[in-house]
């Protein structure tokens, strides 16, 4: 019910302003955006990149939290997009981060402040790896995003 | 018998055709005007057809029937406070939306967010009547003022008339002095016509709904703000829709229950505050 009032609103603050490194690639209807993400410091990992990242809201948004993960997009788009490599994404672009799952998230949590936190999240890591278990993962899983029952045993990432 | 002709009145209802299920109802009504139910289905039925002076009598014959204080009869308060919105009559439609709204919460009936809406609708049509009322006053007094500028003008007019009758002017010097005088009136007029939509012209002000006011989860202005353990403050149905769902503070995820969250009655006071003077942050 406050989904649509509610993104509405976000569009018009980040219209306004948003923090250095994000851009709003597409939002022309209110249950899928597409954002773009940049990584600011000097991590070798990730620099001069560009990465994609697909939001889909249901009508519950901001109760429940929207799925959130990375897509690739090809070189004949004239923007080409690749999934970032991170221990805790796996290569369909899928992102095991607490604060999107059913049980971490925050109603006060917006678009703009995911964004940022996956931000810090690739600044902050050095390893050039997948998840483990990332080939069998891709190759298996067909449950919703928000169903998968992430462990995150692992803060330090 | 009578509930004979309510199922057909639904069914007419359902199919769109609501002249026909309104006259139904009545009838129902005419076998057995003590069941709530024919005079509820009527009320929304007349309410799709804009008979608002109907609904409202519909709606508070079946709160009569059920009683004020009865649960039952919630349905029907909304459908009071919606026609007396469309009647044009915001106090009565705000007074009976806030009842209802505080019992609605009482007994989590589902009515709850309706009512609030109502509640606000009513809030921002109160704000709207004073605005019109100040405005119209605005503009009576643009009116004497201008008309001041006016009789200014005529009068002056008129002496330059008398000078060029003495002959102290010629034809010309008059000419170019009563174009002068024209013009100077036309400039003031437009400057006041100009400071006065300035200043009652709410686009030109900004409007902005101070942060502490707005909703950490809806984004909208709150009307009955409640604070959490962790001192934070959000509108009542946003926050409890979320925590009877993670059972966690927002902010801190320390665990939570609806018990917890308290109304923030100072700041329901400046919210109130707030919107008797900015009706349009309902929308905003």
Redesign the interface.
């Known amino acids: 019910m406050f989904a649509t009032k509610r993104l509405s609103k976000e569009l018009v603050k980040m219209q306004e302003h948003v923090p250095p490194g994000i851009a709003i690639v597409k939002c022309d209807n209110l249950e899928e955006w597409q954002m773009d993400i940049k990584i600011l410091d000097q991590n070798p990992l990730y620099l001069d990149q560009t990465y994609r990242l697909k939001f889909t809201f249901s009508n519950k948004y901001p109760i429940e939290p929207p799925e959130v993960q990375f897509i690739q997009c090809p070189d004949s788009t004239g923007t080409p997009r690749t999934i970032p490599m991170h221990p805790h994404i796996y290569s369909n672009g899928i992102i095991c981060l607490d604060l999107l799952g059913s049980a971490g998230w925050s109603p006060v949590q917006t678009v703009e402040s995911v964004c940022m936190s996956l931000q810090s999240m690739l600044t902050a890591n050095n390893r050039n790896e997948r998840p483990p278990g990332d080939q069998e993962f891709i190759a298996t899983n067909r449950r919703r995003i928000r169903d998968i029952n992430f462990v995150y045993e692992d803060d330090n990432v | 018998m009578a509930q004979e002709l309510k199922a057909k009145g639904n069914e007419l209802y359902k199919a769109g055709d609501y002249i026909g299920a309104e006259d139904f109802f009545s009838q129902a009504i005419q076998k057995n005007p003590h069941d709530a139910t024919f005079f509820t289905n009527r009320a929304v039925t007349r309410s799709k057809l804009a008979k608002w002076a109907d609904v409202e009598h519909d709606a508070r014959a079946a709160i009569e029937i059920y009683g004020l204080k009865n649960p039952a009869a919630l349905k029907s308060q909304n459908y009071l406070a919606e026609a007396l919105l469309c009647l044009q009559r915001p106090q009565e439609a705000h007074d009976v939306a806030s009842d209802a709204y505080q019992q609605s919460l009482a007994v989590k009936n589902a009515q709850s ?1 309706n009512l609030s809406r109502n509640v606000l609708r009513a809030k921002q049509q109160i704000w709207a009547a004073r605005e019109t009322a100040r405005l119209r006053e605005l503009n009576e007094t643009l009116g004497s003022v201008e008309a001041l500028v006016e009789a200014d003008v005529t009068r002056a007019l008129a002496e330059l008339q008398g000078r060029l009758e003495r002959g102290e002017i010629g034809e010309i010097g008059f000419g170019e002095d009563q174009k002068a005088l024209h013009e100077d009136a036309d400039a003031k007029i437009r400057n006041l016509r100009e400071a006065f939509r300035v200043a009652s012209n709410g686009e030109v002000q900004e409007r902005v709904v101070p942060d502490y006011l707005v909703d ?5 202005i709150m009307h009955d703000p409640v604070i959490t353990p962790s001192g934070v403050s959000f509108d009542r149905l ?1 926050i409890t ?2 925590v009877e ?2 059972g966690v503070d ?2 801190t ?1 320390a665990p939570i229950s609806v018990h917890d969250l308290k109304s923030n009655k100072a700041l329901k006071a400046a919210s109130a505050e707030f919107l008797a003077k900015n009706g349009w942050a309902v929308d905003w």
């Open positions: 967010e950490g989860i809806t984004f909208e946003a829709k979320y769902k993670a927002p902010l995820r």
